[in-house]
């Protein structure tokens, strides 16, 4: 096999009844690579428990496109692992929300990202807001709610950015 010319799809049994569906695809690649990376959240209806996850690496397809459940497979191997969904707790009072990692500082006109690391506990709402630097009238940002934000377009002034973590 030639580095970079294998494609990786992953499924995991969420509703634990030994079966891996289609809708149970959580990360498949569209393209060959030598390093494949994605991540995935646990749906709210997974049940609690020990669940099984099932890689698949397919050496003559960028989407590793076979049956999770191929018999005589030849270009490539399937491993299986397990792992425990557990119930997070609720959030309580006020959320720490930690400290923003990525750009500190931004150019014009180019895009960055800024994230807090996840809080686990269920009920955590998250505010992206931003001000002119400085001035401190902040303004909520359309639809950032998420523990990361993300601009494709950059910033146009000198801005401040902060997230407020809501239970």
């Not at 050496?59 to 557990?86: H, K, M, Q, R």
């Not at 997070?88 to 400290?99: F, V």
Request: charged share 15%.
């Amino acid at each position: 096999m030639k580095e970079g010319q294998q494609g990786f799809r992953i499924w995991v049994d969420w509703n634990q009844d030994g079966v891996f569906d289609a809708n149970e695809v959580v990360y498949q690649s569209s393209s060959y690579g030598g390093t494949h990376s994605g991540s995935f959240d646990v749906p709210v209806t997974a049940l609690e428990g020990e669940t099984r996850m099932r890689i698949v690496s397919h050496w003559l397809s960028t989407s590793a496109n076979v049956s999770p459940c191929e018999t005589g497979f030849t270009y490539g191997e399937f491993e299986d692992y397990t792992f425990e969904v557990i119930q997070l707790d609720d959030c309580s009072g006020m959320p720490m929300a930690g400290q923003i990692v990525g750009a500190s500082t931004a150019c014009l006109g180019v895009g960055f990202t800024m994230e807090i690391p996840g809080i686990l506990e269920s009920g955590i709402t998250y505010v992206w807001e931003s001000s002119p630097s400085g001035l401190n009238t902040w303004t909520t940002i359309a639809g950032a709610l998420s523990n990361a934000y993300t601009t494709s377009s950059g910033i146009t002034e000198d801005t401040d950015y902060r997230v407020r973590v809501i239970c």
